[in-house]
């Protein structure tokens, strides 16, 4: 199945867009966390959201799902790991379906932070951001996952159906619930190494030996989710509608770019919808 537009990102941008997308009667495809944003849902209050003064995120989060659900929108709770463009439409590698659109909006948010040393050299040889799509790659061999949160441990499990050894690098608080093939490391990750192909990781303890590297946040770099798109640092380069250096792909809110701001991300949601419902029209009369 080809949807009109796909949304990836359940944050204040991704739920607008998916509203105003909707709206226009589009057949959308709206991925991301069906919990929405923990940005959101942990900020003590908010004082600058028209309509909503002084606001819990707990109790904003709570409204822009409540809303989402009352026009008939459903969140698939999926990550997606990358996008590439096919022309006329889009394939979007998620982790364990492939889906197609013939538009895409970003909405990721933004990840902080620099990649490990070795993390691009080794990409595709021994790096990962997905370990269900690339796991029976690793048969027989050993693996380390560095999970950014809780939802990464399922993928640390389903390694053990393959790899010989699976260590899991937890880099958040609190206890961590994977089952027994799998080796719980509290260690501080800090560099990839290899020759041709990846051989160890370097932690702040020591050295592990590794035929692959599994890393796995909740958001993945721009550059490394869309190849070829145009970027500036860890954001994506927008046109005032949204657009990005793809044609039929946009961005909204935090991955766009400064201000960190949720009002500023639901109006660049709009925008984007607005934008795509557009460039789909003109797809038609083409």
């Known amino acids: 199945m080809r949807y009109d537009i796909a949304i990836i990102g359940t944050g204040p941008a991704g739920l607008e867009a998916a509203l105003t997308a909707k709206i226009r009667n589009k057949n959308i495809l709206l991925l991301g966390s069906a919990k929405s944003s923990t940005k959101v849902e942990k900020a003590h209050a908010v004082n600058n959201y028209l309509g909503l003064p002084g606001i819990a995120g707990a109790d904003m989060q709570k409204k822009f799902l409540e809303h989402v659900s009352s026009l008939g929108i459903e969140i698939t709770d999926d990550t997606v790991s990358a996008v590439y463009a096919m022309g006329d439409?889009?394939?979007?590698?998620?982790?364990?379906?492939?889906?197609?659109?013939?538009?895409?909006?970003?909405?990721?948010?933004?990840?902080?932070?620099?990649?490990?040393?070795?993390?691009?050299?080794?990409?595709?040889?021994?790096?990962?951001?997905?370990?269900?799509?690339?796991?029976?790659?690793?048969k027989g061999k050993k693996t380390v996952v560095i999970g950014g949160s809780e939802k990464q441990e399922e993928e640390a499990d389903f390694l053990t159906e393959y790899a010989s050894e699976v260590l899991y690098f937890p880099?958040?608080?609190?206890?961590?619930?994977?089952?027994?093939?799998?080796?719980?490391?509290?260690?501080?990750?800090?560099?990839?190494?290899?020759e041709a192909k990846v051989t160890g990781l370097v932690t702040d303890k020591g050295l592990h030996e590794t035929d692959g590297v599994f890393i796995l946040r909740d958001a993945v770099a721009p550059g490394q989710l869309v190849p070829g798109i145009e970027t500036d640092g860890p954001h994506v380069k927008v046109?005032?509608?949204?657009?990005?250096?793809?044609?039929?792909?946009?961005?909204?809110?935090?991955?766009?770019?400064?201000?960190?701001?949720?009002?500023?991300?639901?109006?660049?949601?709009?925008?984007?919808?607005?934008?795509?419902?557009?460039?789909?029209?003109?797809?038609?009369?083409?």
């Open 239 to 286: 046109n005032l509608d949204m657009s990005t250096s793809i044609p039929g792909m946009y961005a909204a809110g935090d991955i766009a770019g400064l201000p960190y701001q949720y009002i500023k991300s639901a109006g660049q949601g709009n925008v984007a919808a607005l934008s795509a419902v557009s460039y789909l029209a003109g797809m038609e009369k083409k």
């Open 89 to 138: 439409y889009f394939v979007l590698q998620g982790v364990s379906e492939m889906y197609e659109a013939s538009t895409v909006i970003l909405a990721t948010g933004v990840v902080l932070g620099k990649p490990y040393p070795g993390e691009e050299e080794y990409l595709g040889k021994g790096v990962s951001y997905c370990a269900t799509c690339d796991g029976a790659f690793y």
């Open 171 to 194: 880099l958040y608080q609190g206890e961590v619930h994977v089952n027994d093939k799998v080796t719980v490391v509290h260690e501080r990750p800090l560099e990839i190494k290899g």
